[in-house]
């Protein structure tokens, strides 16, 4: 059973060139994450939707583009590669579980590598 | 700022205990978590803290939250080679957006 899954695993590109990272999840999750983590494993949100909404937008480049077409996906689509993208990005998903508590859950990663 | 501290290493024998610490930077922050990953895969939650709680166990796992001081850890009984891997503490914000601010990783090597 995937929970957060995320395609590609991983992704060689050239600089210049525009790439999509798609991610699915199927937990019935309201609100979805993207986050890079980069090759000193600091993990950094960049932004979040609920409900197909835009709610955090951290200070990433406007060559970063979410897109959720529906509360269980959330797509990454980059342009203009640059080397400084190299990074592994990771979906995740949350929402507030029968305890009360909130609780996220992580795609297994897409490492991008621009050269 | 909005930076969560954790030490970078740990290094622990097999069957040893091991206590991960970190400080959290908001204190209306109502839940902290733990996670885990291990080399090329996600992070796997491991654990979470309610702000109104002192520790919670869970089997190996013991979270101790000291809300004064910002001071949040994880100690793991019997540390096994399994364990090895990053851990990172988190905390989710009360306010604004909401969002998950992730500390900066401790590397935990367990030796045979």
């Known amino acids: 059973d995937t929970a957060v899954s995320q395609t590609p695993k991983y992704l060689v590109t050239q600089m210049g060139n525009d790439k999509s990272i798609k991610c699915e999840q199927n937990l019935g999750h309201d609100t979805m994450y993207w986050y890079k983590q980069d090759s000193k494993k600091f993990l950094k949100i960049m932004f979040s939707?609920?409900?197909?909404?835009?709610?955090i937008n951290e200070t990433v480049p406007n060559r970063f583009s979410p897109k959720s077409p529906d509360k269980a996906h959330l797509n990454l689509h980059i342009n203009s590669l640059e080397l400084g993208d190299s990074a592994v990005y990771f979906c995740?998903?949350?929402?507030?579980?029968?305890?009360?508590?909130?609780?996220?859950?992580f795609g297994p990663g897409t490492r991008l590598t621009v050269t | 700022g909005e930076d969560v501290e954790q030490s970078l290493f740990l290094s622990v024998r097999e069957g040893d205990s091991s206590v991960i610490n970190c400080t959290y930077t908001d204190s209306s922050s109502t839940y902290l978590y733990w996670y885990k990953q291990e080399p090329g895969a996600g992070l796997q939650l491991l654990t979470y803290i309610f702000s109104n709680m002192d520790m919670k166990q869970d089997q190996r796992l013991t979270v101790l939250l000291n809300k004064k001081d910002k001071h949040l850890s994880l100690r793991i009984a019997d540390t096994q080679t399994g364990d090895s891997a990053i851990y990172f503490c988190a905390e989710r914000r009360s306010s604004g957006t909401y969002k998950y601010i992730f500390g900066t990783g401790t590397r935990l090597k367990v030796l045979a």
């Open positions: 995740a998903s949350s929402h507030q579980g029968t305890s009360g508590y909130y609780e996220q859950y």
């Open positions: 939707y609920n409900n197909k909404e835009l709610i």
